[in-house]
């Protein structure tokens, strides 16, 4: 059996927590992958490393695949976001998070199915900040035409290979003429020169937002630039059962990283009940990009087998307290475990 190497970033809060659950359930099923360890966040720093060390960009430029945990930011002081940092430095452009309702998590609506794309490198996210006047800072929204034209191009590319049907970009380019206005004006060139197959719409986002939660059944793929992809993604999570059930990825041409898109959740931390499926949830799309990408059907079958497990113990009650059960960490991927 091929063996794939990984990248393991724990990450902190209930990152250590919920790998280690992860991390159990694919020795299960022999998953052919080795994981090599590396930090970042807080818990390099605790080691005396930089926040995002040298050796662990190194290690997800030479193996291409990595697994993360969340890793906390300070709130308004601080170092720099080491999440945004790494999807930047390593050019993962394209965040891919599908959110969909699970049988055995009962939520306001069914049906849903829905895959937001969000652009990972640029918007507010920039880290542009600067003190004006006495009375005033500001941040800079930057967008490129390489990188709206880039993550356009992407999503149209992945609707077609997942058969997706359409297309919808929120915006706010009625304000933000210049920066949205790029965004729409890529996305709308890319469909009608490259993809006029598949539908596109755009809508402004606040009037977007209230479609959603009306009905988050009529989106298929949620094209958004960075900051709105940010909020929206932990919108539509609230509306399939939580961000413990939300997995994600970040795409770029030559290295992949996958992460929940929950964060260190510190109110939880250490105690053992954090919910570990949406990390499992991105473990399977990495053995499904594995193998994609390299040609292993032996990662499909550990992914599929993963994802019927983790149905089947939803299915059976079989929940963390988020979700309404009573199992921790640790029960839940027995629960998994069991059933594989
Ligand atoms: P958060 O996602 O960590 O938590 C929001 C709420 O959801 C909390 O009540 C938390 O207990 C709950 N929650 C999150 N994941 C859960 C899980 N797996 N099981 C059960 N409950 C869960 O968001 P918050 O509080 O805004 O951010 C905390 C820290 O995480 C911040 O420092 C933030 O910057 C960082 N963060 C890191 C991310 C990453 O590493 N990719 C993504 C988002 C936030």
């Known amino acids: ?43 390099a720093l605790e080691t005396g490393d930089d926040v995002l060390p040298d050796e662990t960009l190194e290690a997800i430029g030479r193996y291409g695949v990595a697994l993360k945990g969340p890793c906390t930011t300070p709130v308004g002081e601080g170092f720099t976001s080491v999440n945004v940092q790494l999807r930047k430095r390593l050019k993962l452009y394209a965040a891919v998070r599908p959110v969909r309702n699970l049988e055995g998590v009962p939520t306001r609506f069914d049906g849903v199915d829905t895959i937001i794309i969000r652009e990972n490198t640029e918007g507010l996210y920039s ?6 006047t006495d009375d005033a800072v500001m941040s800079m929204k930057v967008a490129t035409e390489s990188a709206c034209e ?7 590319r992945f609707a077609t290979r997942r058969q997706r049907k359409k297309i919808t970009v929120f915006h706010k380019a009625n304000i933000m003429k210049m920066t949205d206005g790029l965004f729409l004006r890529c996305a709308r060139q890319i469909h009608q020169q490259e993809y006029p197959n598949i539908e ?19 989106f298929d793929i949620l094209l958004l630039e960075n900051l709105y992809g940010d909020v929206v993604s932990d919108l539509y999570a609230g509306l399939v059962g939580g961000l413990g059930v939300v997995p994600g990825a970040n795409y770029g041409d030559e ?24 990390l499992l949830m991105s473990a399977v799309m ?37 979700l309404g059960g009573d199992l921790g960490t640790e029960a839940f991927a027995d629960a998994v475990i069991e059933r594989l």
């Open 1 to 43: 059996m091929a063996t794939h190497q990984a990248v393991l970033i724990a990450g902190d809060g209930i990152g250590p927590e919920v790998t280690a659950a992860v991390r159990r359930t694919l020795a299960a099923v022999e998953t052919p992958v080795e994981w090599i360890e590396h930090r970042a966040g807080i818990a």
């Open 150 to 156: 880039r993550i356009a191009r992407w999503s149209f």
């Open 286 to 322: 990495m053995l499904n990009h594995l193998a994609d990408t390299r040609n292993d059907e032996s990662c499909r079958t550990a992914a599929d087998r993963i994802k019927g497990a983790y149905d089947r113990a939803l299915k059976d009650g079989k929940k963390t307290g988020d």
């Open 200 to 218: 596109y719409r755009e809508v402004i986002i606040d009037a977007g937002c209230m479609k959603l939660v009306q009905d988050p059944t009529q």
């Open 127 to 132: 880290g542009i900040e600067n003190q004006i």
């Open 255 to 278: 290295q992949a990283v996958f992460e929940a898109v929950h964060g260190s959740a510190p109110d939880i931390a250490g105690k053992g009940i954090a919910n570990p499926l949406a």
